[in-house]
């Protein structure tokens, strides 16, 4: 069953259910068969990912990583429409004693970060002994917490829609990344990549324009674009191909407006370590 094209938050059930409480940050996915327009325009299909961004006594709002898309949604029965999910990275505390086994030897607040995603599952390696259980997809959110801050050393991604300039001088906008150099409990200072500057963002405010984005996910990106054939394994002809073309000039280096033009981000150029801020070679 699929929400209707507009829905009516005067006639929907409101506030909060035994599924949970959702607050902003939460990421959530689309349960196969939805979809969702606004005034003719799509917002979401089945399968799509969005962060919740906004949250209010009737209604909360979710930011789509396809659409760029904001859409609104009444609380009650949101888990009939959408599953909250992890993805790989996000940083989780145990809720209960032994998550994943007595033998993991793992206890309530121990801190671990997903490593790994499967159909049915996620693989959390845990900060305290270093060792990997496996949490079912179905369970996870009985067993962990999602943690939502930010640590200074932090990668994160601007999300769809969201720019900043100060004094005409442009920050950062859509697509960016940038790495936190400064975190408390009530504020982060985050230096982007692209621009060099550094923008403060509030520690409750952050998850409405951004999101973490670590290496490990980034490296996964690259590895998936260039495994044409999808074996799992990189051979030296799809790198060569890879970078031929998106080296449209074909000078052996590969600019920020090369990848631009082709990828429609600098994301994860940005992460690529090079010698030079602007491009990267091929041996590099």
């Known amino acids: 069953m699929s929400p209707p094209e507009r829905w009516s938050l005067s006639s929907a059930p409101t506030g909060p259910t035994a599924e949970g409480i959702l607050s902003v940050g939460d990421l959530l996915v689309a349960l196969p068969g939805q979809r969702f327009c606004e005034m003719g325009v799509e917002c979401y299909v089945s399968r799509d990912i969005g962060q919740v961004s906004n949250v209010k006594p009737e209604f909360f709002n979710i930011s789509w990583e396809r659409t760029g898309q904001t859409s609104r949604h009444p609380h009650g029965h949101w888990s009939k429409y959408f599953r909250r999910i992890l993805e790989v990275e996000d940083r989780v505390a145990a809720l209960d004693d032994d998550v994943g086994g007595h033998a993991a030897g793992i206890r309530k607040?121990?801190?671990?970060?997903?490593?790994?995603?499967?159909?049915?599952?996620?693989?959390?390696?845990?900060?305290?002994?270093?060792?990997?259980?496996?949490?079912?997809?179905?369970?996870?959110?009985?067993?962990?917490?999602?943690?939502?801050?930010?640590?200074?050393?932090?990668?994160?991604?601007?999300?769809?829609?969201?720019?900043?300039?100060?004094?005409?001088?442009?920050?950062?906008?859509?697509?960016?990344?940038?790495?936190?150099?400064?975190?408390?409990?009530?504020r982060y200072e985050i230096e982007w990549k692209r621009t060099g500057v550094t923008s403060m963002i509030k520690a409750d405010k952050w998850q409405k324009a951004m999101k973490r984005f670590g290496p490990l996910k980034a490296r996964l990106q690259v590895f998936d674009v260039i495994d044409r054939d999808q074996s799992g394994a990189i051979t030296l002809k799809e790198w060569q191909d890879a970078f031929a073309k998106i080296d449209t000039n074909k000078d052996g280096h590969v600019t920020r407006k090369e990848w631009q033009m082709l990828e429609k981000t600098t994301a994860l150029f940005d992460l690529l370590p090079r010698k030079y801020r602007s491009q990267i070679s091929q041996k590099e």
């Open 109 to 186: 607040g121990d801190m671990g970060t997903v490593t790994h995603k499967d159909e049915d599952a996620y693989h959390i390696t845990w900060q305290q002994n270093a060792q990997t259980t496996v949490v079912p997809k179905a369970k996870w959110d009985n067993l962990l917490e999602r943690i939502k801050g930010l640590q200074v050393g932090d990668l994160v991604m601007v999300l769809p829609g969201q720019s900043c300039e100060k004094n005409g001088i442009d920050t950062f906008k859509e697509g960016d990344v940038g790495t936190v150099t400064k975190a408390d409990e009530a």
